[in-house]
């Protein structure tokens, strides 16, 4: 739970869960590297922990830091994304139930159901959650779950939180929305409704492409408590390193973020006047069909971009080989710049499926580095 849940987004990234370590007064929290803790007498715990996996010092300060940030009651840090996915949806669903997911989901979200989760007995279906009337026609008794990606990756596509929560309320399932995309500085879907966030915190979160780690955060303390008892038991949690890293990566969360919004602004300018871009996926556009709730729902656009090359597949793979200072790679969110061919690359797993993404597109993750090299370097690479 927040400790300071009066203060700013800002402050709150530098401070919540944070107080000077009791012993040294170190500012910022220790890395615990530690797997176990002395006790006072049998049952006598000093500070509360009594082993890694149940509870750690560094990964608390990120949980309450976590919970702050999204206003919400209860976090929890564990190893990657798709843990906390997982621990997610084996707190969520038994065999039998019925989730209904996003038609451009992540990658590795659709394969989790798809490959994994459905062989366990969880059924799933796929709608363009764009749409509420969509989402509504996908729902069954056995729905527990609408699971939405806002902005979705790598399409950009725009769902409206706040009417997703009324949908699935009204069929008695829990709202999930993978924040990634957004991050809190940018959208905070428990306050438009929606039961549990979920982040890779590999992404803008950390920021710098240094560690992976993935979180959930909800307002309902019964269901927190839920999950913590999923997380202790199944054991994907973050370790204090990685916990650290992330903690320290959020101290300048909301910088990062403007700066990220700024240069996307920049890159989606020059791709919608270039010759050789065909189409340009930026919620920011007034042309985009999500524009007016993304503008309701977020406070900036973020910093993804993904564009359609004329010329097709080859012409899209060929942009990608050809940048310098993008760097051709997976993931995003870090300060440096990546481009990424989806069809081939993140999105591979979803050939032949209805999650299939365009060949002629391309991703990009737009980095905090100076606008006008990054465009020179674009423009140098589309020709
Ligand atoms: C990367 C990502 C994930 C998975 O997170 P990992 O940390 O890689 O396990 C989930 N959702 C979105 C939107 C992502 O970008």
């Known amino acids: 739970m927040s400790d300071q849940p009066d203060k700013s987004f800002e402050t709150l990234a530098i401070h919540a869960g944070q107080t000077a370590d009791p012993v040294t007064g170190a500012v910022v929290p220790p890395i615990y590297q530690v797997s176990t803790y002395k006790q006072d007498g049998?049952?006598?715990?000093?500070?509360?922990?009594?082993?890694?996996?149940?509870?750690?010092?560094?990964?608390?300060?990120?949980e309450e830091n976590l919970a702050a940030l999204e206003g919400g009651r209860r976090g929890?840090?564990?190893?990657?994304?798709?843990?906390?996915?997982?621990?997610?949806?084996?707190?969520?669903?038994t065999p039998g139930d019925h989730v209904v997911i996003p038609n451009d989901a992540y990658g590795g979200t659709f394969r989790l159901f798809s490959k994994v989760a459905e062989r366990w007995g969880v059924r799933w279906s796929v709608a363009d959650t764009s749409d509420p009337a969509a989402v509504r026609a996908a729902l069954c008794d056995?729905?527990?779950?609408?699971?939405?990606?806002?902005?979705?990756?790598?399409?950009?596509?725009i769902t409206d939180i706040a009417a997703s929560a009324e949908v699935a309320r009204a069929a008695g399932a829990r709202l999930v929305v993978d924040n990634t995309f957004a991050s809190p500085y940018l959208q905070q879907p428990l306050a438009l409704?929606?039961?549990?966030?979920?982040?890779?915190?590999?992404?803008?979160?950390?920021?710098?492409?240094?560690v992976v780690g993935?979180?959930?955060?909800?307002?309902?303390?019964?269901?927190?408590?839920?999950?913590?008892?999923?997380?202790n038991s199944m054991g994907a949690v973050a370790g204090p390193m990685d916990a650290w890293l992330v903690l320290r990566g959020i101290k300048t969360l909301a910088v990062r973020m403007d700066r990220h919004c700024a240069n996307a602004e920049r890159v989606v300018e020059a791709l919608t006047a270039h010759p050789e871009v065909a189409e340009v996926c930026y919620p920011g556009l007034p042309s985009h069909p999500g524009h007016e709730t993304a503008a309701k729902q977020m406070r900036a656009f973020g910093g993804m971009v993904s564009f359609r090359v004329r010329g097709g597949e080859e012409a899209a793979v060929g942009v990608c080989d050809r940048t310098q200072l993008f760097t051709l790679g997976e993931s995003l969110g870090g300060v440096e710049s990546l481009i990424e061919h989806p069809g081939r690359m993140t999105h591979a797993s979803a050939a032949g499926s209805p999650l299939e993404v365009p060949a002629d597109l391309v991703r990009l993750s737009v980095g905090i580095e100076s606008a006008d090299d990054l465009l020179a370097d674009l423009t140098a690479a589309l020709g």
Not at 76 to 93: K, Q
Not at 193 to 210: E, F, I, L, P, R
Not at 216 to 230: I, Q, R
């Open 193 to 210: 409704g929606a039961d549990v966030v979920v982040h890779s915190t590999t992404k803008y979160m950390g920021g710098h492409s240094d």
């Open 214 to 231: 993935g979180a959930l955060v909800v307002s309902d303390p019964e269901l927190g408590e839920e999950l913590a008892f999923h997380q």
């Open 142 to 157: 056995r729905t527990k779950a609408v699971w939405v990606e806002t902005p979705s990756n790598p399409l950009l596509g």
């Open 42 to 62: 049998v049952g006598g715990l000093r500070g509360g922990y009594e082993y890694s996996r149940s509870g750690n010092p560094t990964r608390t300060a990120l």
């Open 76 to 93: 929890l840090a564990f190893a990657s994304g798709l843990a906390a996915e997982d621990c997610l949806l084996r707190t969520l669903l």
